[in-house]
C-alpha cells in the first residue's frame, strides 16, 4: 500500500490493514501530521504534538505485534478543543484557556486511546462550543498567526458550520480518518451536514462529560464525526459507557457493539417525517437532496410516515434560554483564579474578577453569559427558566408520541447549505434560528445523526438528519449505514485535498 | 450588543404565550421515559493528591496556594 493513499481509506479498513501489519501506526501517523501541516490554511487544527503522537503510534504497534491490541490499534483521530488532554494544550477557543494544560485527560479521549486510537492534535471549535459557524474562535490555528475562521474544504470561502467545525473540516479534507465532536444544540450533526461527512450524537448520558468543558449540562453530549456509520460506529462503541463516579449524568447503560446491527435489512421499517421540518423555511436545493435520500429508503423497502413535531420553532427560544442559563454556571469558575487567564492590572479582588472575564471571553460568550444570568434571576426565573424547562418536557413527550407511529424520524439537518463566512457573523439570532432542526432532539436528549445525502446550491454537501429513540444508536447506525450502501455520497471528496 | 441581545428576546416571546399549566419542568432529558434520580457516591477520598499538576496552570501560585488580591484587611 503507498503511504499517499492512507487517507482515502475508511477507519475500518486502515484499523484492518493495520491488523493485518499491511501498515504500521507509526507509518499512519507520519502520514496524517503530513497532510496536517501540508493543509493548514483551512485553520482546522489548533494544536500538535508530534513526538506524544508518535510516543502513541509506537505503542500502538508494540501491541499489534504482541497480539494484544484493542479495536482501533493505531487508527488516528484528531480531537475537538473542548476535551481536555495531557499532551496537547486545550483551549475552548477561548482567551481565557490560551496556554492552559489539563493535569488529565477526558474520558472520551482515554477510553478511545485504551482502544488503541493514536491522537493527532486538537481541533478547532467555536469558543466554549458556543456557535453554528466555527467564527467564534479567539486562538489561532497551526500556521496562522491571528484566530481565524475555519474554512469548508469544499468551498474555502464558507464556513463548515459548528460548534465542532475543525472536526468536520479535518474529517472532510482527509486530515484525520476520524475526530471527536461534541454536541449541545446541533455541534455534531450540523457541521456533519455542510462538510459532507457522517457524525453522530449518541443519547445524552451515554458518553462521559468528565473532562468536556462544559457548556450547557444538561444537553452537552459527545459523539463521533467520520465519513461512514461504520466508522462511527466502531468509534461510537469505544466512546460509550457508564462512568458513574466522574459523570453524575452517566447512563448506567452498558458498553454496545454499534456495528452489530449495521447489516440488518431495511424491510417494513417506518420513517417518521416530521411535516414542521419540511416548511417554508426550508431551502428547495436542501429539500431536494433530502427528499431523493428519503426515495432511496422507500427503494430499500422502508415506508415513509407523516408525523408532526408540533413544538419544532419552540425549541429555538426554548434551547436559547436553558443552554446560556446553565451556561452562565458552568462558565463561572472562569475566574482568573486557579487556572487560565487573569488580567495583569486590577486594584481588589472583584476587580480582577471583572477584567478578567471581560478580557477573556468573546461576545458571544458575553452575551450568553448575560442571557443565562437573566433569564435565572429572581422575577424572570419563572416566566423563563422554568418555563423553557416545561416547554422541553412538551417537546420530548412530541417525540414519544411520534415513536408510536415510527421507529426513526428523518428530515433535514439545517435549512441551507454552508454560508458565507462573515455572512452571518454580526447576526447571532440569524445563527440561531439556523439551528432549528438540530434543537428538538438535543432538547429531548434523543440520538441523533446527519448523514451525507447529497449537494446543493455551490454544490455544497446536504446531511439527512436520522433521529433516533432512546439508546437506540445501533437502529440509527444501521439505517444510516444501509443508505451508504446504494449512495456514494459519504464517499466523495472536496477538490483540491 | 444591547441591540442584539433585545433582538434575542424578541425570538423568545413567543414561548410566554405557551399554556404549561400542569406541566412538570425537565430537568434530565431522560426523566421523559425514566425514572432518572441523581447518584451520590461514598464520601471517601477518590483522587490522590496531584497539587503540582493542577496548580501548573495558575495564574499566581506560591507554597501550593493559590493567590488573590487582599480581600480581609
Not at chain 1, 21 to 46: M, N, P
Not at chain 1, 127 to 136: D, K, L, P, Q, T
Not at chain 1, 175 to 193: F, K, M, V, Y
Not at chain 1, 414 to 420: D, L, R
Amino acid at each position: 500500500m503507498m503511504s499517499t493513499e492512507l487517507h482515502q481509506l475508511s477507519l475500518a479498513e486502515l484499523a484492518r490493514q493495520l491488523r493485518e501489519k499491511k501498515v504500521s501506526a507509526v507509518e499512519t501517523a507520519q502520514h496524517f501530521l503530513g497532510r496536517i501541516r501540508a493543509h493548514e490554511t483551512l485553520g482546522a487544527f489548533v494544536d500538535m504534538n508530534e513526538e506524544a503522537t508518535l510516543a502513541q503510534a509506537r505503542a500502538a504497534d508494540t501491541a499489534l505485534a504482541a497480539g494484544n491490541a484493542g479495536a482501533l490499534a493505531g487508527v488516528p483521530i484528531a480531537h475537538k478543543d473542548i476535551f481536555v488532554t495531557k499532551d496537547f494544550a486545550t483551549t475552548a477557543g477561548s482567551k481565557m484557556l490560551a496556554g492552559y494544560r489539563s493535569p488529565f485527560d477526558a474520558a472520551v479521549v482515554s477510553r478511545l486511546a485504551a482502544a488503541g486510537a493514536v491522537t493527532l492534535g486538537k481541533v478547532s471549535c467555536d469558543e466554549f462550543a458556543m456557535g453554528s459557524a466555527n467564527e467564534n474562535v479567539a486562538v489561532p490555528a497551526l500556521g496562522h498567526p491571528a484566530p481565524a475562521p475555519v474554512r469548508n474544504p469544499w468551498d474555502t470561502s464558507r464556513i463548515p458550520g459548528g460548534s465542532s467545525g475543525g472536526s468536520a473540516a479535518a474529517v472532510a479534507a482527509r486530515l484525520a480518518p476520524a475526530a471527536s465532536g461534541t454536541d449541545t444544540g446541533g455541534s455534531i450533526r450540523q457541521p456533519a451536514s455542510f462538510c459532507g461527512i457522517t457524525g453522530i450524537k449518541p443519547t445524552y448520558g451515554r458518553a462521559s462529560r468528565y473532562g468536556m468543558i462544559a457548556y450547557a449540562s444538561s444537553l452537552d453530549q459527545a459523539g463521533p464525526m467520520a465519513r461512514s456509520a461504520e466508522d462511527c460506529a466502531l468509534l461510537l462503541s469505544a466512546m460509550c459507557g457508564p462512568d458513574p463516579d466522574r459523570d453524575s449524568t452517566s447512563l448506567d447503560a452498558p458498553t454496545e457493539d454499534f456495528t452489530r446491527s449495521l447489516n440488518d435489512k431495511l424491510d417494513g421499517l417506518r420513517i417518521g417525517i416530521p411535516k414542521e421540518f419540511f416548511g417554508e423555511g426550508l431551502a428547495p436545493d436542501v429539500r431536494a437532496a433530502v427528499d431523493a435520500a428519503l426515495k432511496a429508503y422507500e427503494k430499500l423497502g422502508a415506508k415513509l410516515v407523516p408525523i408532526s413535531l408540533p413544538r419544532t420553532e419552540l425549541s429555538i427560544p426554548v434551547y436559547y434560554i436553558i443552554a446560556p442559563a446553565e451556561a452562565s454556571s458552568n462558565l463561572s469558575r472562569f475566574d482568573g483564579v486557579k487556572f487560565g487567564h487573569r488580567a495583569k492590572d486590577y486594584t481588589d479582588l472583584l476587580d480582577m474578577y471583572k477584567k478578567t472575564r471581560a478580557q477573556g471571553f468573546g461576545d458571544e460568550v458575553k452575551r450568553r453569559i448575560m442571557i443565562g444570568t437573566y433569564v435565572l434571576s429572581h422575577g424572570y426565573y419563572d416566566a423563563y427558566y422554568l418555563q423553557a424547562q416545561k416547554i422541553r418536557r412538551m417537546i420530548a413527550d412530541d417525540f414519544q408520541q411520534a415513536f408510536q407511529q415510527c421507529d426513526v424520524i428523518a428530515g433535514p439537518v439545517a435549512p441551507t447549505v454552508a454560508w458565507k463566512i462573515g455572512e452571518k457573523a454580526d447576526d447571532p439570532v440569524a445563527n440561531y434560528l439556523a439551528d432549528i432542526f438540530t434543537l428538538p432532539a438535543s432538547l429531548a436528549g434523543l440520538p441523533g445523526m446527519s448523514v451525507p445525502a447529497g449537494f446543493g446550491a455551490g454544490n455544497m454537501p446536504v446531511g439527512l438528519q436520522l433521529i433516533g429513540n432512546y439508546l437506540q444508536e445501533g437502529k440509527l447506525l444501521n439505517v444510516a449505514h444501509q443508505l451508504q450502501q446504494t449512495t456514494d455520497f459519504h464517499l466523495r471528496q472536496p477538490g483540491g485535498i | 450588543m444591547l441591540t442584539q441581545i433585545n433582538g434575542f428576546f424578541d425570538i423568545v416571546e413567543q414561548m410566554r404565550a405557551v399554556d404549561t399549566s400542569g406541566i412538570e419542568p425537565l430537568a434530565h432529558p431522560l426523566a421523559t421515559v425514566a425514572e432518572v434520580a441523581l447518584r451520590l457516591r461514598d464520601d471517601v477520598v477518590s483522587e490522590p493528591n496531584n497539587r503540582e499538576a493542577n496548580q501548573k496552570s495558575a495564574p499566581a501560585v506560591e507554597r501550593g496556594l493559590f493567590l488573590v488580591p487582599k480581600v480581609i484587611e
